[in-house]
T-cell receptor
Framework: DAKTTQPNSMESNEEEPVHLPCNHS???????IHWYRQLPSQGPEYVIH???SNVNNRMASLAIAEDRKSSTLILHRATLRDAAVYYC???????????????FGTGTRLKVLA | NAGVTQTPKFRILKIGQSMTLQCTQD?????MYWYRQDPGMGLKLIYY???????DKGEVPNGYNVSRSTTEDFPLRLELAAPSQTSVYFC??????????????FGEGSRLTVL
């Protein structure tokens, strides 16, 4: 299974940008990079995903390295409500008969300081 | 759309009892997943299904069984509950394919305690 590596925790000041890194050196050419976040006592929620090009949506931006071995989730202005655990995962296409599965790591716990 | 619905939200079991966690989705997603999350840890994939009648093991399948008789439903059965199965269980679904990246939609979770 393709693995991702993230820092255990990060801190940011409110209203400042946050760059959350993720390494995925064993990524295959067809693996999508997904980011999810989990607020306290809730299930994970989708943030953003990409394959090769950088992506933007209303929540965040995703910057993908040219060799696809790493990516960065960018929160442009962190708020207190962004305090959560952020998971970078790969949609793994190496399952049986080309089936897709998502393997979560331990994620990065983001603390936002007022 | 209700999205992904899990029942029950909370349950306490005695060692050796059995139970089924229910999961249903109304988004016509082909893929469904069961994860467990132990306190302070990340999610571990238990089983997943690529469509009705097809299931496959994830990272931690021992002690669990699943079935997928319809597109909508993906129940998770615990046989002979053990304290090590105390966890929060999340069901998720996605629409995945070669041309679809398939973001996951999660239920609210089912908190299970085995005493």
């Amino acid at each position: 299974d393709a693995k991702t590596t993230q820092p255990n925790s990060m801190e940011s000041n409110e209203e400042e940008p946050v760059h959350l890194p993720c390494n995925h050196s064993t990524i295959s050419g067809t693996d999508y990079i997904h980011w999810y976040r989990q607020l306290p006592s809730q299930g994970p929620e989708y943030v953003i995903h990409g394959l090769t090009s950088n992506v933007n949506n209303r929540m965040a931006s995703l910057a993908i390295a040219e060799d696809r071995k790493s990516s960065t989730l960018i929160l442009h202005r962190a708020t207190l409500r962004d305090a959560a655990v952020y998971y970078c995962i790969l949609r793994d296409t190496r399952g049986t008969s080309g089936t897709y599965k998502y393997i979560f790591g331990t994620g990065t716990r983001l603390k936002v300081l007022a | 759309n209700a999205g992904v619905t899990q029942t029950p939200k909370f349950r306490i079991l005695k060692i050796g009892q059995s139970m089924t966690l229910q999961c249903t989705q109304d988004m016509n997603h082909n893929y469904m997943y069961w994860y467990r999350q132990d306190p302070g840890m990340g999610l571990k994939l238990i089983y997943y299904s690529v469509g009705a009648g097809i299931t496959d093991k994830g990272e931690v399948p021992n002690g669990y069984n699943v079935s997928r008789s319809t597109t909508e439903d993906f129940p998770l059965r615990l046989e002979l509950a053990a304290p090590s199965q105390t966890s929060v269980y999340f069901c998720a679904s996605s629409y995945s394919g070669q041309d679809r990246s398939g973001e996951l939609f999660f239920g609210e979770g089912s908190r299970l305690t085995v005493l």
